[in-house]
C-alpha cells in the first residue's frame, strides 16, 4: 500500500541558515585571519518556502511558493503539479495523496477539488512531523544545498531543484521500505518524539 502513496510537505530553505555550518581547517592562533572567517549577513540572507512530493518511485516536482502560501495558492500548486507527479512517478489513477493536517490543506474547496478529481486522501493525525518520510528527504535537501554555497536566492532555488532531482530512487524507496518500522516506533513511543 505504501508503494502508491504521493508523499508531500512544503519546508523553509534558508541562504545562510543554521544548515549552513562551515568548517574551516587552519592552523593555530590564525582563527580570526579573514581567510579563515565567514562574513555575517543580516537577517540570515533571505530565504525561500517549498512545496515537494515523492513516492517510492522517487521525487516529484518541487514548487518555489512566492509569497504568503494560502489555501487557493495550494490549490494551484496541486493543479499544477500533483497529477503530473503521479504520471510521472508511474502511481497510477489510484495512487493516495498524504498531505498534513494544515488548514490550507483542508479548507473546503481543497478537499472538493481531491473528490472532483477521485484522489484518495490519507487520513493524518495531528501534530506527526515523525510519520512523514518527506522529513527525512528535507533534511538530507538542505544539508546537500547548503555544500552547492548559494550566494542568493535565485542560487538557493536553483540549487533546491537541482539537489531534489538527484535524491535517489533507491533512497525514496528505503524510506518507504522501512515504512511500517516507522510507525511502529511512533506508536511505541505514544507520538513522541523517535529516530526517524
Known amino acids: 500500500m505504501w508503494k502508491k502513496v504521493l508523499w508531500s510537505d512544503e519546508t523553509k530553505i534558508e541562504l545562510f541558515g543554521n544548515n549552513a555550518k562551515r568548517y574551516v581547517w587552519r592552523k593555530s592562533n590564525t582563527a580570526h585571519h579573514p581567510e579563515h572567517t565567514i562574513p555575517t549577513v543580516k537577517h540570515g540572507g533571505g530565504s525561500i518556502m517549498v512545496w515537494a512530493c515523492f513516492s517510492s518511485a522517487g521525487t516529484g516536482k518541487m514548487v518555489k511558493i512566492d509569497g504568503k502560501m494560502d489555501g487557493a495558492k495550494y490549490r494551484t500548486i496541486l493543479e499544477e503539479n500533483l497529477m503530473e507527479s ?13 498531505q498534513d493536517n494544515d488548514p490550507k490543506h483542508k479548507a473546503k474547496f481543497t478537499m472538493e477539488w481531491f473528490k472532483n478529481k477521485h484522489i484518495q486522501v490519507l487520513e493524518w493525525p495531528s501534530q506527526s512531523p515523525d510519520l ?5 528527504l528535507w533534511k538530507e535537501l538542505k544539508t546537500a544545498v547548503h555544500k552547492c554555497s548559494p550566494s542568493n536566492l535565485t542560487e538557493l532555488e536553483l540549487f533546491c531543484k537541482e539537489e531534489w532531482e538527484k535524491m535517489s530512487v533507491s533512497r525514496c524507496a528505503k524510506l518507504i521500505e522501512t515504512y511500517p518500522k516507522r510507525l511502529t516506533a511512533v506508536i511505541a513511543a505514544k507520538g513522541g518524539a523517535t529516530k526517524y
Open 86 to 98: 503521479a504520471k510521472d512517478l508511474r502511481l497510477g489513477r489510484r495512487f493516495v495523496f498524504q
Open 132 to 136: 512523514n518520510p518527506i522529513e527525512n
